[in-house]
């Protein structure tokens, strides 16, 4: 069998990580198989509709990698693929028409007030189930509906007896008794397909082998069955994926901050981690690695392995292993993103390579670097509490003495490179009987303000330079004095 698989989102905004999910799981089945992987755009619901939506949708997929075989760009000879024009092709209404004929569905010219009087209350939650009432309609009396114009809607005609079993490769068979389910609209009063009708005629239409979702649609799955038994169609394999949620086990969504791919790059994450983080959301390869490249997710792919239990979205998990990408990211790469962060960032070090080395291996996102970097332009407001360490055996009045005492030193310096003032230093520590510890705290937290740097107190020294070095220490011991 040559697989082939659809990617078919709605086009309502940004790209949810769900759908992310779906897309990415989508093509690793078609290419683990060898197969083709395509997009089709289901805009069938108008009033959701957002302008732009179908751009966003295709630079997602190039920024993560995910190569359409066929879609709306590319032709494979099954199009069109936007539902909206397949539905002026009129391609929906021929198979609606070909099931009332074959007494699988019907006409129904059901008012919304009959319709809200079908509503019932059950345990709390209002539900509605259509009593068939239309399905009795004579034939003049739906030719003559039909010649007045009057609105309708196509519906399945469930049967009411027995059971539909559907089969899913995850979650496995689900059989439902047919009186539990409703008759499903099939078109809508405005003419278009609902999502349920235009996916299958629309899967098999297509070609498509396999078939990946949430595991939200599962509930509405039987009734797929019942429409591939009217049609005579061969059901394609399911693949339910399970829910994604937030670090509180709640659903993933919108006002996390991080719930769609473009959430994700404004935070400085990279695509490949992303991708290949949304890949172990509900699977992993047998020999448990976490960092695959997309070829290597590719081959290790196995979608029978997916989990049914819920994925939770681990922020800390994918910054950790977007900075590991960024550690692996060869130079040229790296400085391309880094580098006009860090020209914003700082100005007054000359060396904007230095910094990049030392926020390299530091950083687990690009947006890392001006709270990494910042304190090189501007020594940030804080306490003096800071000079205090045990380890070292500093306090505040301590520092003062020995930022007093090497000033002058630091000022009768030659020469301001890292090893040079290493060994200025050290010698310092060691003529006025002092641990080095002792003499690097303070300088490095009067140059920086900070308790953690990228770097040491010498380093940052050669980085700066000799003036600005000179100003922040005096100015460390005004605020110690103050």
């Known amino acids: 069998m040559n697989v082939k698989t659809r990617f078919a989102p709605s086009p309502t905004g940004r790209m949810h990580v769900g759908n992310l999910r779906t897309a990415l799981y989508s093509f690793l089945i078609a290419k683990h198989a060898g ?3 395509m997009l089709r755009i289901e805009d069938t619901d108008q009033e959701r509709f957002v302008e732009g939506a179908v751009d966003i949708i295709l630079r997602t997929l190039d920024f993560a990698g995910l190569t359409v ?6 032709d494979g000879g099954v199009g069109p693929y936007v539902q909206s024009e397949r539905q002026k092709a009129g391609i929906y209404m021929k198979y609606a028409k070909q099931l009332i004929e074959q007494g699988n569905a019907y006409y129904c010219f059901c008012t919304k007030e009959r319709l809200e009087s079908l509503k019932t209350v059950v345990a709390g939650k209002e539900i509605s189930q259509y009593d068939k009432h239309c399905l009795h309609l004579t034939k003049e009396e739906i ?5 007045a114009g009057k609105p309708y809607v196509i519906r399945l005609n469930v049967p009411q ?3 539909t079993t559907f089969h899913d490769d995850i979650y496995g068979d689900i059989t439902v008794e047919n009186k539990e389910l409703d008759d499903m609209i099939l078109i809508k009063s405005d003419g278009f397909p609902t999502y349920n009708f235009a ?13 990946v979702r949430g595991n939200e649609y599962l509930s509405s799955s039987p009734k797929y069955n019942l429409l591939y038994e009217a049609f005579g169609w061969e059901v394609p394999t399911y693949v339910h994926c399970p829910l994604i949620t937030d670090e509180n086990h709640a659903k993933l969504s919108k006002r996390s901050g991080h719930s769609s791919f ?10 490949e981690a992303i991708v290949n983080y949304v890949a172990l959301l509900g699977w992993s390869p047998e020999d448990n690695e976490e960092i695959l490249s997309l070829d290597e997710l590719i081959a290790k792919f196995d979608y029978t392995k997916i989990n049914k239990s819920p994925a939770v979205f681990d922020m800390g998990k994918l910054r950790w292993m977007n900075g590991e990408y960024i550690k692996r990211m060869d130079e040229e790469e790296y400085l391309k993103k880094a580098m006009p962060i860090i020209e914003k960032t700082v100005t007054k070090v000359a060396d904007k390579k230095a910094l ?6 530091r950083i687990e996102t690009f947006n890392d670097i001006p709270e990494l970097l910042g304190f090189f332009e501007k020594v940030p407001e804080y306490d003096l509490s800071l000079y205090t360490h045990k380890k070292m055996k500093t306090t505040p009045e301590i520092s003062l003495d020995v930022l007093k005492k090497v000033l002058p030193v630091l000022e009768n310096a030659e020469t301001y490179t890292n090893d040079s003032l290493y060994e200025l230093l050290v010698e310092f520590a060691k003529e006025n009987g002092l641990k080095n510890g002792q003499v690097m705290w303070p300088v490095r937290t009067a140059l920086s303000g900070k308790a953690q740097t990228p770097g040491g107190a010498t380093q940052l020294m050669e980085l700066l330079g000799k003036e600005e070095s000179l100003t922040r220490i005096r100015a460390a011991i005004e605020k110690l004095e103050g």
Do not use: R, Y
């Not at 996916?199 to 078939?211: A, E, K, P, R, S």
């Not at 473009?262 to 695509?271: A, F, I, S, V, W």
């Not at 990049?356 to 291996?361: F, G, I, Q, T, V």
């Open 69 to 74: 075989d066929e879609g709306p760009d590319k």
């Open 143 to 147: 030719e003559a509906n039909l010649a």
């Open 35 to 37: 197969g083709s992987f």
């Open 356 to 361: 990049a080395d030392l926020a390299k291996s």
């Open 262 to 271: 473009e959430d994700l790059l404004e935070l400085g994450l990279l695509p």
């Open 161 to 163: 007896e027995g059971t």
């Open 199 to 211: 996916n299958v005629v629309d899967d098999h239409t297509m070609g498509i082998t396999h078939v």
